[in-house]
C-alpha cells in the first residue's frame, strides 16, 4: 500500500500553506490507518494487525521527516515579504500542537487493535507494541527536536521585533517639547501607564510555549530569556520617567513658579506605571510557579509509567487504551530535553532533577525583579523631584542671603529691629506654605481606592529619595557617612540633644499621645509622602545652614526665627518624627553659647556628627 496516497496534493512552498496543510495530512493518514486496521484483521489476523498498523504508521513519516524538517525551518525564516518573522515561532508551536493531537489518535488506532487481541487471547505482548508505538511517535516528532532543545534562543529572537517596537512607543512618550506643562505631562505619564502592561501578553505567550515545547526540562534556560524581556522592558520604563524627570527639572524656576496641585497629582500617577508592572509580574510569576507544579507531577507521573513498565513483565503489563496530548508531550520533552538524571530508575529522587528543579522555583524572574525595584525607585524620585521643586528653588540661594551678617541699625526714633522682634523671612514661609499645601494635594490621588492599590504596589523604600540632601549635609560638616541613616531617622540624636522646657519636649515628634496619626491606607500613603518631604526639606535645609559663611548676632536671630516657624510647620504635618530634634536644637544652638563639649568622649558616628554640627554652626557664628 503506498503510504503518501490518500495524502492531500503538497502545498505550495509558502510557511503558511504549510501550516494550514499538515493538519489535513494527518486526517489521511489517520483514514490510513482505520482501512489499514480493516485489512490487516481480514488479512494477517487480530495477532498480527497491530504490529502491522504501527509499521504502516512509520512508513508513512520515514520517506518525508527530511522534507517535513525544511518545510519547519521555512516556517520559522522570515520570507521576503515578512522580514519581521512575526508569528513564526507561534506557527511552529501549532503545527507541534497539531501533531500531538494526531499523535494521540493514531496510538488510539493502533491501541484499540491490541485490545482486541487481548480480549480473544491471554498471550497478546502490549510491552511490545508500548515500545514500538512510542518509537513511532518519537520518530514522527523528531522534526520538532531542534525547536525543543533551542527554545530559549528562539523565544529571544522571536520577541525582538515586538520589544523594539514597545521600547520606541516608550521613548516617544516622553518626548514633549514642555514637560512643565500640566498637559504635557498628564499625556507622558498616560501613555506610560498604557505602555506598562504591554509586555506581558508577550511574556504569557511564551510561558505557553515553554510548557508546550520543554515540558519544563531544562526550564531555567527558557525563563531566563523571559527574565531578559522582562528586565529590558522595566529597564526602559525605568529610563523614560528619569529622561522624564530630567527634562522637567532642567528649568527649576520655571518649575518653581508654575507648580499647582495638578503638579503633584500627574507626578503620584507615574507610580502607577511601576505599580502596574509589579502587579503583573506579580501575577506571571504565580501563573509560572503554578504551571512549573504540574509539569513537576507530569514528571513523576512519566517516570512512575515508565518504572512499571521497565519492572512489568510482558504477560501483566496493560497497555494504555489511550495517551492524552499531555502524555504524549510528556514522553516526547523528556526524550528531547531530559538527561541521565530524569531517566526511570533514577537516584536523584522521584521524577528526576528536573521535577525537583521545578519545585524549588520561587523567584522565576529574578532579575526582573531588580528591574522592577529599579523602576519604583526612579517613580519615587520623579514624584519627589516635582513636589521638591519649590523648596529646592527657595533653598538654593540661601545660603549667601544678606541677612546673615545684617547689623542691628538704629532708627531716627531711638528704636532698633529688636525692638518689634523678628520674623521668618520670605524664602522659608514660602517653603512652609508649599509644605503645607502638599497635605491638601497628595489626597485627590490616595482618595481613589484603585490608583492608591497601585502605588502601594511600589511604595517600600520610599524614604531613600530623601537620602541626597543628608549625605551632603554629612559631607558638609566632615562626618562619617555612616552616619547618614541614623542622622537622618533623628530618634537616636535624642539621646545627644539637651531636653528642653515641656512644650518643647512635647514636640519630639515620636511621643504617641503627641501624634495620633489616621491608619486609613490613604493618610498611611500621604503621610510617607509627607515623611519624606518633611526629611528632604529638613536635610536641605541643614545643608545650607552650614554652608552660610559667617552670622551676626541679628543673622542667627533671624536663623533662629526661621526654623522655629519650621518647626511649627513640620508639626502640623501630623507626621511621626516631625518636626525632626535638628530643627529645633539648631535654633537654640544658633543662638545660645556652644555646648559642644558635652559629647566629649561619646565616639559613635552619630554623636561625633552631631559634634561637628555644632561646632560648624559656632564657627560660622564666630
Given at each position: 500500500?503506498?503510504?503518501?496516497g490518500?495524502?492531500?496534493?503538497?502545498?505550495?512552498?509558502?510557511?503558511?500553506?504549510?501550516?494550514?496543510?499538515?493538519?489535513?495530512?494527518?486526517d489521511?493518514?489517520?483514514?490510513?490507518?482505520?482501512?489499514?486496521?480493516?485489512?490487516?484483521?481480514?488479512?494477517?489476523g487480530?495477532?498480527?494487525?497491530?504490529?502491522?498498523?504501527?509499521?504502516?504508521?512509520s512508513?508513512?513519516?520515514?520517506?518525508?521527516?527530511?522534507?517535513?524538517?525544511?518545510?519547519?525551518?521555512?516556517?520559522?525564516?522570515?520570507?521576503?515579504?515578512?522580514?519581521?518573522?512575526?508569528?513564526?515561532?507561534?506557527?511552529?508551536?501549532?503545527?507541534?500542537?497539531?501533531?500531538?493531537?494526531?499523535?494521540?489518535?493514531?496510538?488510539?488506532a493502533?491501541?484499540?487493535?491490541?485490545?482486541?487481541?487481548a480480549?480473544?487471547t491471554?498471550s497478546?505482548?502490549g510491552v511490545?507494541?508500548?515500545?514500538s508505538?512510542?518509537?513511532?511517535?518519537?520518530?514522527?516528532?523528531?522534526p520538532?527536536?531542534?525547536?525543543?532543545?533551542?527554545?530559549?534562543?528562539?523565544?529571544?529572537?522571536?520577541?525582538t521585533?515586538a520589544?523594539?517596537?514597545?521600547?520606541?512607543?516608550?521613548?516617544?512618550?516622553?518626548?514633549?517639547?514642555?514637560?512643565?506643562?500640566?498637559?504635557?505631562?498628564?499625556?507622558?505619564?498616560?501613555?506610560?501607564?498604557?505602555?506598562?502592561?504591554?509586555?506581558?501578553?508577550?511574556?504569557?505567550a511564551?510561558?505557553?510555549?515553554?510548557?508546550?515545547?520543554?515540558?519544563?526540562?531544562?526550564?531555567?534556560e527558557?525563563?531566563?530569556?523571559?527574565?531578559?524581556?522582562?528586565?529590558?522592558?522595566?529597564?526602559?520604563?525605568?529610563?523614560?520617567?528619569?529622561?522624564?524627570?530630567?527634562?522637567?527639572?532642567?528649568?527649576?524656576?520655571?518649575?518653581?513658579?508654575?507648580?499647582?496641585?495638578?503638579?503633584?497629582?500627574?507626578?503620584?500617577?507615574?507610580?502607577?506605571?511601576?505599580?502596574?508592572?509589579?502587579?503583573?509580574l506579580?501575577?506571571?510569576?504565580?501563573t509560572?510557579k503554578?504551571?512549573?507544579?504540574?509539569?513537576?507531577?507530569?514528571?513523576?507521573?512519566?517516570?512512575?509509567?515508565?518504572?512499571?513498565?521497565?519492572?512489568?513483565?510482558?504477560?501483566?503489563?496493560?497497555?494504555?487504551?489511550?495517551?492524552?496530548?499531555?502524555?504524549?508531550?510528556?514522553?516526547?520533552?523528556?526524550?528531547?530535553?531530559?538527561?541521565?538524571?530524569?531517566?526511570?530508575?533514577?537516584?536523584?529522587?522521584?521524577?528526576?532533577?528536573?521535577?525537583?528543579?521545578?519545585?524549588r522555583?520561587?523567584?522565576?524572574?529574578?532579575d526582573?525583579?531588580?528591574?522592577?525595584?529599579r523602576?519604583?525607585?526612579?517613580?519615587?524620585?520623579?514624584?519627589?523631584?516635582?513636589?521638591?521643586?519649590?523648596?529646592?528653588?527657595?533653598?538654593?540661594?540661601?545660603?549667601?542671603?544678606?541677612?546673615?551678617?545684617k547689623?542691628?541699625?538704629?532708627?531716627?526714633?531711638?528704636?532698633?529691629?529688636?525692638?518689634?522682634?523678628?520674623?521668618?523671612?520670605?524664602?522659608?514661609?514660602?517653603?512652609?506654605?508649599?509644605?503645607?499645601?502638599?497635605?491638601?494635594?497628595?489626597?485627590?490621588?490616595?482618595?481613589?481606592?484603585e490608583?492608591?492599590?497601585?502605588?502601594?504596589?511600589?511604595?517600600?523604600?520610599?524614604?531613600?529619595?530623601?537620602?541626597t540632601?543628608?549625605?551632603?549635609?554629612?559631607?558638609?560638616?566632615?562626618?562619617s557617612?555612616?552616619?547618614?541613616?541614623?542622622?537622618?531617622?533623628?530618634?537616636?540624636?535624642?539621646?545627644?540633644?539637651?531636653?528642653?522646657?515641656?512644650e518643647?519636649?512635647?514636640d519630639?515628634?515620636?511621643?504617641?499621645?503627641?501624634?495620633?496619626?489616621?491608619?486609613?491606607?490613604?493618610?498611611?500613603?500621604?503621610?510617607?509622602?509627607l515623611?519624606?518631604?518633611?526629611?528632604?526639606?529638613?536635610?536641605?535645609?541643614?545643608?545650607?545652614i552650614?554652608?552660610?559663611?559667617?552670622?551676626?548676632?541679628?543673622?542667627?536671630?533671624?536663623?533662629?526665627?526661621?526654623?522655629?516657624?519650621?518647626?511649627?510647620?513640620l508639626?502640623?504635618?501630623?507626621?511621626?518624627?516631625?518636626?525632626?530634634?535638628?530643627?529645633?536644637?539648631v535654633?537654640?544652638?544658633?543662638?545660645?553659647?556652644?555646648?559642644?563639649?558635652?559629647?566629649?568622649?561619646?565616639?559613635?558616628?552619630?554623636?561625633?556628627?552631631?559634634?561637628?554640627?555644632?561646632?560648624?554652626?559656632?564657627?560660622?557664628?564666630?
Amino acid at each position: 500500500m503506498d503510504p503518501e496516497g490518500p495524502a492531500p496534493a503538497a502545498p505550495a512552498a509558502t510557511p503558511e500553506s504549510f501550516v494550514s496543510w499538515l493538519p489535513t495530512w494527518y486526517d489521511a493518514v489517520l483514514s490510513l490507518l482505520t482501512e489499514e486496521r480493516r485489512q490487516s484483521l481480514a488479512v494477517f489476523g487480530p495477532e498480527l494487525a497491530p504490529e502491522m498498523m504501527s509499521k504502516v504508521l512509520s512508513e508513512c513519516f520515514r520517506p518525508i521527516l527530511g522534507s517535513f524538517q525544511t518545510r519547519l525551518e521555512s516556517v520559522l525564516r522570515p520570507s521576503a515579504s515578512k522580514t519581521t518573522g512575526a508569528g513564526s515561532l507561534e506557527n511552529i508551536c501549532a503545527l507541534y500542537e497539531a501533531t500531538l493531537q494526531f499523535l494521540t489518535l493514531a496510538y488510539e488506532a493502533v491501541a484499540g487493535s491490541w485490545h482486541d487481541v487481548a480480549d480473544a487471547t491471554t498471550s497478546a505482548s502490549g510491552v511490545k507494541l508500548y515500545q514500538s508505538i512510542t518509537g513511532v511517535i518519537l520518530q514522527v516528532a523528531s522534526p520538532f527536536l531542534v525547536y525543543q532543545q533551542h527554545l530559549g534562543e528562539l523565544e529571544g529572537q522571536h520577541s525582538t521585533v515586538a520589544q523594539q517596537l514597545i521600547a520606541k512607543d516608550i521613548r516617544q512618550a516622553v518626548s514633549i517639547s514642555n514637560p512643565n506643562t500640566v498637559s504635557m505631562l498628564q499625556d507622558a505619564t498616560e501613555r506610560l501607564k498604557g505602555l506598562a502592561p504591554f509586555i506581558f501578553p508577550l511574556t504569557e505567550a511564551a510561558v505557553v510555549r515553554l510548557e508546550l515545547l520543554t515540558g519544563g526540562y531544562r526550564i531555567r534556560e527558557s525563563l531566563s530569556t523571559i527574565d531578559s524581556i522582562l528586565s529590558t522592558h522595566a529597564g526602559e520604563l525605568a529610563i523614560a520617567i528619569r529622561t522624564l524627570s530630567a527634562a522637567m527639572t532642567s528649568n527649576q524656576a520655571d518649575l518653581a513658579n508654575s507648580f499647582d496641585d495638578m503638579h503633584v497629582s500627574c507626578a503620584l500617577e507615574v507610580l502607577k506605571v511601576a505599580g502596574t508592572f509589579q502587579r503583573c509580574l506579580t501575577q506571571l510569576e504565580n501563573t509560572t510557579k503554578d504551571r512549573a507544579t504540574l509539569l513537576a507531577q507530569r514528571m513523576v507521573a512519566l517516570s512512575a509509567q515508565e518504572k512499571e513498565l521497565d519492572e512489568g513483565s510482558s504477560s501483566s503489563f496493560l497497555l494504555p487504551d489511550a495517551l492524552s496530548v499531555v502524555e504524549i508531550d510528556s514522553l516526547l520533552t523528556r526524550q528531547a530535553l531530559g538527561g541521565d538524571e530524569d531517566a526511570v530508575g533514577s537516584e536523584t529522587g522521584e521524577g528526576g532533577t528536573a521535577a525537583a528543579s521545578l519545585r524549588r522555583i520561587d523567584l522565576p524572574y529574578p532579575d526582573a525583579r531588580e528591574a522592577t525595584t529599579r523602576l519604583a525607585q526612579s517613580c519615587h524620585a520623579f514624584v519627589f523631584d516635582v513636589c521638591m521643586a519649590v523648596p529646592r528653588q527657595h533653598l538654593i540661594a540661601m545660603s549667601t542671603m544678606s541677612s546673615w551678617t545684617k547689623e542691628d541699625i538704629p532708627s531716627t526714633s531711638g528704636f532698633t529691629d529688636a525692638s518689634y522682634g523678628t520674623l521668618p523671612q520670605s524664602y522659608i514661609t514660602l517653603v512652609g506654605e508649599h509644605m503645607l499645601a502638599l497635605v491638601q494635594a497628595l489626597e485627590p490621588f490616595a482618595s481613589d481606592p484603585e490608583s492608591l492599590a497601585l502605588a502601594n504596589e511600589v511604595m517600600n523604600g520610599v524614604r531613600s529619595v530623601a537620602l541626597t540632601p543628608w549625605k551632603e549635609l554629612v559631607s558638609a560638616i566632615g562626618a562619617s557617612d555612616s552616619a547618614v541613616e541614623a542622622m537622618m531617622g533623628g530618634k537616636g540624636l535624642l539621646e545627644f540633644i539637651p531636653k528642653q522646657d515641656e512644650e518643647d519636649e512635647e514636640d519630639d515628634g515620636w511621643k504617641d499621645d503627641d501624634v495620633e496619626e489616621d491608619d486609613t491606607p490613604s493618610a498611611t500613603f500621604c503621610n510617607a509622602w509627607l515623611d519624606v518631604f518633611g526629611l528632604a526639606v529638613t536635610g536641605r535645609l541643614l545643608e545650607r545652614i552650614v554652608r552660610i559663611p559667617r552670622l551676626t548676632t541679628k543673622g542667627c536671630e533671624h536663623l533662629s526665627a526661621d526654623l522655629n516657624y519650621m518647626v511649627n510647620v513640620l508639626a502640623a504635618l501630623g507626621v511621626s518624627g516631625h518636626p525632626h530634634p535638628l530643627v529645633h536644637h539648631v535654633a537654640q544652638v544658633v543662638v545660645e553659647s556652644d555646648d559642644s563639649g558635652r559629647l566629649a568622649g561619646n565616639n559613635s558616628s552619630l554623636a561625633v556628627a552631631l559634634k561637628l554640627l555644632e561646632e560648624r554652626i559656632a564657627v560660622i557664628r564666630s
